[in-house]
Nanobody, 113 residues
Framework: EVQLAESGGGLVQPGGSLTLSCAAS????????MRWVRQAPGKELEWLST????????GYLDSVKGRFTISRDNAKNTLYLHMEGLKTEDTAMYYC??????RGQGTQVTVSS
């Protein structure tokens, strides 16, 4: 059974950093393309970045480019999203997802002073 479990969210001040983790089970993260998405209250789901099974990163949402970095650790079977220079508008529920497939339960990120 494919399962994704996000962690690492929390409350952080503007300008701060967080690293989100997505522990996968039931499949190998290096065998699938995976992505991070987020959803702020009252807004639609927003794509952030995708890492292909080859390891190639396809890009980033313009508003997070230069601040967010997607990566994975094949040995730990875990996907990551490192976030720096956080802004209040980054406040949202963050999800990892197998492209075209299952999404995790999410982890809340709140950026506030």
């Amino acid at each position: 059974e494919v399962q994704l479990a996000e962690s690492g969210g929390g409350l952080v001040q503007p300008g701060g950093s967080l690293t989100l983790s997505c522990a996968a089970s039931g499949f190998s993260v290096e065998s699938r393309s995976m992505r991070w998405v987020r959803q702020a209250p009252g807004k639609e789901l927003e794509w952030l970045s995708t890492i292909m099974s080859s390891g190639t990163v396809t890009g980033y949402l313009d508003s997070v480019k230069g601040r967010f970095t997607i990566s994975r650790d094949n040995a730990k079977n875990t996907l990551y999203l490192h976030m720096e220079g956080l802004k209040t508008e980054d406040t949202a529920m963050y999800y990892c997802q197998v492209v075209g497939g299952q999404r995790g339960q999410g982890t809340q990120v709140t950026v506030s002073s």
